[in-house]
């Protein structure tokens, strides 16, 4: 089997399918010897901002020189993007050596009768193999759906779990309260191990800390009041840091998303519940935040055009933020697509609702999720004025909004799946260029 014969394995795993029990995933992690023991986990859940906190740390991990490993999802453009090595997604020969391994012993344990693992958790065992053969130190983990249940939570001893914000998304598999998504979410807290968590919202953070306290696991809030921004710009926001850990710190952030001042705080703060001998200075910390690079979130990908995954109504929220904080100053234009299992209508009438755009083209994400590019714009014209375009191949849709987008900026939202096919496409033409 070669590389891209192992993709389409795993890619015709069905993705939304229902998880198996732990037990099951213990038994694949018991066959491959447990890798997940070899390396310090920090586990991280949360229903946004989790990636963006995961690539934080694993950036000032590298800057302190510390071999890190990094698994998230989803990928963008290629699946080798859910495991890297010190920021740098993994060669197709690693990843194809670790799936062979996790294959064998698929094949030994559905023989055996056991179920044979989903999408995600063929991934995180694949990750898990990596990062034992590449020998890192420490291993950022995202959950990739909730947390108790999820195939990540089979880990037993983390040095760390942080959970980000909490909101409404997935409500059909995590409940449909704030409340019971953070008492999914709170399940990755394990007995005496720190939990770090956005404190700002508090049906969450009672959640939280009822949980920390049953497991005896000291539990550190991050609350709004810790941060003072002190000044925006197109590319980086500077706040000053001040809590337990850290005294009056200046922090850059180079995104232009207030909610990323939160995640890199988050990250800040985990680094020092690991770190309590500072091993890694607050200097090395603070580098690391503004060397950090992290695709699809509010990422400036040519002059004037950022994309953002804003994909459910809290990462929406924030994305209007950061637009009506750039719309005082020049014009803004908007891509969009949605995928059919979020409520595409509500988001595009918050969207109309707070925000101006001189233009707005839509476009279709392919495959069985996809929602048309007429559908979406027929929303659209309910809620706007501005002149709206359907496109429905992605490539003509970017094309049509680079040329709409005058002097202004454009925001393309509203699915991670569009943001990586715009990648994806970028990525293509730079290399024609070269």
């Not at 921004?229 to 952030?253: C, H």
């Amino acid at each position: 089997m070669n590389y891209e014969e192992a993709v389409n394995y795993i890619s015709e795993v069905p993705k939304f399918t229902k998880k198996n029990k732990a037990e099951n995933t213990l038994e694949l992690l018991r066959r491959l010897g447990h890798p997940e023991e070899n390396y310090k986990i920090i586990h991280v859940a949360g229903t946004n901002g989790k990636g963006s906190v995961c690539a934080f740390t694993a950036t000032i991990l590298r800057e302190a020189g510390i071999r890190a490993g990094l698994f998230i999802s989803p990928h963008l453009v290629k699946i080798n993007e859910r495991f890297q090595i010190d920021l740098e997604p993994v060669s197709d020969q690693v990843f194809l050596e670790a799936f062979l391994t996790v294959k064998e012993a698929i094949d030994g344990m559905v023989a055996d009768g056991f179920y044979h693992p989903t999408y995600f958790e063929i991934l995180f065992a694949v990750g898990t193999v990596i990062f034992a053969r590449e020998k890192v130190e420490y291993l950022v983990m995202e959950t990739g759906l909730g947390g108790r249940l999820d195939a990540t939570n089979t880990v037993k001893h983390p040095v760390a779990t942080v959970i980000t914000s909490i909101s409404l998304d997935h409500t059909e598999y995590l409940g449909d309260t704030v409340e019971q998504i953070a008492g999914e979410k709170a399940g990755i807290i394990k007995e005496g191990v720190p939990v770090i968590y956005d404190g700002r919202n508090r049906e969450a953070e009672r959640v939280i800390r009822e949980k920390a306290q049953e497991m005896h696991a000291p539990a550190i809030p991050f609350y709004g009041e810790m941060c003072e921004i002190l000044e925006r710009t197109d590319k980086s926001i500077d706040f000053v840091l001040n809590n337990r850990y850290y005294d009056s710190k200046l922090v850059r952030v180079p995104y232009l998303a207030e909610y990323q001042v939160v995640n890199s705080s988050l990250a800040m703060m985990a680094v020092r519940v690991i770190d309590p001998e500072k091993r890694i200075s607050d200097e090395t910390v603070i580098r690391g935040i503004a060397k950090t690079r992290w695709g699809g979130r509010m990422e400036t990908v040519l002059p004037g055009v950022v994309l953002d995954g804003a994909h459910n109504a809290a990462g929406i929220e924030e994305f209007l933020k950061t637009v009506k904080q750039v719309q005082q100053h020049r014009p803004v234009s908007l891509l969009f697509s949605a995928v059919v299992e979020k409520d595409y209508d509500e988001m595009i009438r918050e969207i109309c609702q707070e925000a101006q755009f001189s233009s707005i083209v839509v476009t279709q994400i392919e495959g069985d999720r996809k929602v048309e590019a007429a559908r979406l714009a027929e929303i659209f014209e309910k809620y706007t004025d501005a002149a709206v375009f359907a496109r429905p191949k992605v490539g003509e849709a970017l094309d049509l909004a680079l040329e709409k987008r005058g002097d202004g900026m454009l925001f393309c939202a509203g699915s991670l799946y569009l943001v990586g096919e715009i990648k994806a496409i970028i990525g293509r033409q730079t290399v024609q260029q070269h």
